[in-house]
């Protein structure tokens, strides 16, 4: 029985296998994700003719919940005027992705409550749309969206990757072994990549805040 390694040794080999096979076709599943149809953040800013104040909360809340049913919607912070900021409400929303965006921006609902909105501005909205894997790498409550550098996300991104590879790697690859390598690979990545998008990506991102955003701490 010389040389023939035992049931561990097995197992370890196997898993070790399971882990090189996936997390490469993950990693491509979800850059082709995040450049065919990438998550979008976008951020408006609003100057409210003065004296229309209330009918604009009025039509913005309305917006807002219309949107808040819409698929793929991600959530909205709303930014009030403040005595420097002239009149200027600011509104930063995320879809899941691009397409969703573009559904409910060719809504009956929305349309209806931006041209109710229209008329009560003092000048036209300025609007930033940001697409990529950047968009999930912004913290919620920020006023306009502000990115951190590259290679600080891909810092990030490869510690989520290798945690999501290992916890697929002891629990999801020992049961998918007895199916054949393509169809492993197919299950793996079509579950790595929703949850490294909707779960690990943006909770990483409010954990490593300091770590993404060095200059804002300092500004704090």
């Known amino acids: 029985m010389r040389g023939l390694p035992n049931r561990h040794g097995v197992q370890h080999q196997e898993a070790h296998k399971a882990m090189t096979q996936v997390d490469f076709p993950a990693l491509g599943g979800l850059a082709a994700v995040a450049e065919s149809d990438p998550p979008v953040t976008v951020c408006i800013s609003r100057r409210v003719r003065p004296g229309c104040e209330d009918q604009f909360e009025e039509v913005m809340r309305e917006m807002l919940t219309a949107a808040l049913r819409a698929p793929g919607h991600l959530g909205a912070s709303v930014f009030r005027p403040t005595a420097d900021t002239n009149s200027e409400y600011r509104v930063v929303f995320k879809f899941d992705r691009k397409s969703s965006l573009q559904a409910w921006e060719d809504s009956v609902e929305r349309r209806t ?39 600080r996300m891909a810092v990030v991104t490869w510690l989520g990757v290798y945690l999501v590879g290992m ?54």
Do not use: Q
Not at 134 to 150: I, K, V
Not at 175 to 185: D, H, K, M, Q, S
Not at 193 to 218: A, C, D, E, H, N
């Open 113 to 151: 409550c931006l041209t109710r909105m229209e008329s009560l501005l003092a000048a036209p909205s300025h609007r930033a749309d940001v697409t990529g894997l950047e968009a999930w790498f912004t913290l919620p409550g920020e006023p306009r969206p502000n990115f951190p550098s590259r290679h």
């Open 167 to 220: 916890v697929f790697a002891v629990t999801l690859s020992p049961l998918l072994a007895p199916l054949p390598i393509w169809l492993r690979v197919l299950i793996h990545s079509s579950c790595f990549v929703p949850v490294m998008l909707y779960g690990v990506l943006p909770r990483l991102t409010i954990l490593f805040r300091r770590f993404l955003y060095p200059s804002s701490r300092k500004s704090h």
